[in-house]
């Protein structure tokens, strides 16, 4: 895994998380809408376990769950990131690498918080990429994110 793939992996699970939030939020809005109770065909009962509104609870639980785990993956994996990061001596370099990956921040803007141009903030990502030392146990995400990486 490259250093840049691997800082990546913080942007990309944190938009894969608000998908996922924005399709529970979904889920639940569907939810209010299905009928707890179902009559069937002639007025017979749909059985408990079959009702769309089962189903639906289901799904929300599924999602939740999913959701969950996404979160402490990003926790651990912003902790381990934020620690390589740090150990980098020089601030300015530390301070790049922090806005780019973990704040996603573009190199313009990077630029104008540490006061730089954007040349020089790229020029500085470089030397940082060059001096960060990767941790032995990375973590790696393995799905895609819904969404394209971030712009530069």
Not at 6 to 34: F, K
Request: with cysteine; glycine share 4%; net charge negative.
């Amino acid at each position: 895994m490259t250093k840049i793939s691997y800082l990546s992996q913080v942007g990309q699970l944190t938009r894969r998380i608000t998908y996922h939030t924005e399709r529970l939020l979904r889920l639940r809005r569907e939810a209010d809408a299905v009928s707890s109770v179902r009559l069937g065909f002639g007025g017979g009962h749909v059985p408990a376990a079959d009702a769309p509104f089962a189903r639906m609870l289901e799904r929300i639980e599924e999602a939740g769950e999913e959701l969950e785990k996404e979160n402490d993956l990003l926790d651990r994996l912003r902790a381990q990131a934020e620690a390589s990061i740090l150990s980098l001596k020089e601030e300015k370099l530390r301070l790049v690498l922090l806005y780019r990956y973990l704040e996603e921040k573009t190199f313009l803007q990077i630029g104008d918080l540490l006061y730089m141009d954007k040349s020089s903030a790229i020029r500085n990502h470089r030397k940082a990429l060059e001096s960060l030392e990767l941790p032995e146990d990375c973590i790696e995400i393995t799905q895609p994110a819904p969404d394209a990486p971030i712009a530069s």
